[in-house]
């Protein structure tokens, strides 16, 4: 039962466009959200997070937008660089599980190209 | 600044064989994880330690131990390897207990790439 989706396996992107990926999660109690980048032979490095108290964070090009009602989040690169070429995982975590465990996706690689 | 580092980083066993991957924060952080990560698959959570002293269960804990030496140091332990636990194993920490820190994002170490033959 896969509970946080990644649906696209793979998003390729011009340098200086909108990269936007996509997570869905079936998990109602699931109330904070995050998103990390990993590059190959390196551990994931933590990107934005978001709770469920908002629909959107902004951290400088990165934009994490939540819609609970459709249990859906996406993350948005704005401007796609090439250095953003990376596999993007989003994870969850639920409060009410008393411990932060985090589910996380199967991932979504990245291609900004020149 | 380390922050979370794994060893080893590869290592190749032959099934039956046991063998104990290490990790070590330097961050002071209360909790700490170990992770598998499969073709295909996201981050499964195997083992956790939400303080010094406590270990728990995550998704997959079958065919593994592990031991919270201390408050930097968390390892894992697979006591007779087998072909199903090649996967390259990721360690995190965060200070994420419960309360105001429960939204703290966890911190990976590069990962240990092990095959079992």
């Known amino acids: 039962d896969q509970q946080v989706k990644q649906n696209s396996p793979s998003l390729s992107v011009q340098e200086g466009r909108i990269s936007i990926l996509n997570c869905d999660y079936t998990?109602?109690?699931?109330?904070?959200f995050l998103w990390y980048k990993k590059y190959p032979a390196e551990g994931p490095t933590f990107l934005i997070s978001?709770?469920?108290?908002?629909d959107k964070n902004e951290d400088g090009r990165f934009t994490v937008f939540l819609n609970k009602s459709a249990k859906h989040l996406s993350l948005h690169i704005v401007p796609s660089q090439p250095g953003d070429s990376a596999v993007y995982f989003c994870?969850?975590?639920?409060?009410?599980?008393?411990?932060?465990?985090?589910?996380f996706g199967t991932g979504t690689r990245l291609l900004v190209s020149p | 600044n380390a922050g979370v580092t794994q060893t080893p980083k590869f290592q190749v066993l032959k099934t039956g064989q046991s063998m104990t991957l290490q990790c070590a924060q330097d961050m002071n952080h209360n909790s700490m994880y170990w992770y598998r990560q499969d073709p295909g698959m996201g981050l499964r959570l195997i083992y956790y330690?939400?303080?010094?002293?406590?270990?728990d269960k995550g998704e997959v804990p079958n065919g593994y131990n592990v031991s919270r030496l201390n408050k930097r140091e968390f390892s894992l332990r697979l006591e007779s390897a087998a072909p199903s636990q090649t996967s390259v194993y990721f360690c995190a920490s965060s200070e994420a207990l419960s309360g105001r820190a429960f939204n703290q994002p966890q911190h990976f170490g590069d990962g240990t790439r092990l095959s079992i033959l």
């Open positions: 330690s939400a303080s010094e002293g406590t270990t």
């Open positions: 994870a969850a975590s639920a409060r009410g599980t008393g411990f932060q465990k985090l589910v």
């Open positions: 978001i709770s469920s108290i908002k």
């Open positions: 998990n109602s109690m699931f109330d904070y």
